[in-house]
Nanobody
Framework: QVQLVESGGGLVQAGGSLRLSCAASGFTFSNYAMRWYRQAPGKERELVAGITSSGRPTNYVRSVMGRFTISRDNAKNTVNLQMNSLKPEDTAVYYC???????WGQGTQVTVSS
């Protein structure tokens, strides 16, 4: 069955960096576009960034442009989110998503302290 497992979250000071990873299994990873979403307390889930099956980034939300980079490794079945210059407003649970079929991971918490 489709499984998505996020890792790499944690507590970091403003201005710091984190690298999130999502390990995918149960399907042919290289055939599917993937996305990262986030949900902050009391807010709706929002799309952060997407990436095509071949590795072209798409759909960066304006607030992370120039700071976050999405990438994938089809040989390792992972999709990554490099987050630099983190801000307190980036605090959220970050989720990995397979676009087709709408599969989700369990999420990883990112907390940015000021």
């Amino acid at each position: 069955q489709v499984q998505l497992v996020e890792s790499g979250g944690g507590l970091v000071q403003a201005g710091g960096s984190l690298r999130l990873s999502c390990a995918a299994s149960g399907f042919t990873f290289s055939n599917y576009a993937m996305r990262w979403y986030r949900q902050a307390p009391g807010k709706e889930r929002e799309l952060v960034a997407g990436i095509t099956s071949s590795g072209r980034p798409t759909n960066y939300v304006r607030s992370v442009m120039g700071r976050f980079t999405i990438s994938r490794d089809n040989a390792k079945n992972t999709v990554n989110l490099q987050m630099n210059s983190l801000k307190p407003e980036d605090t959220a649970v970050y989720y990995c998503n397979r676009v087709i079929g709408d599969f989700w991971g369990q999420g990883t918490q990112v907390t940015v302290s000021s």
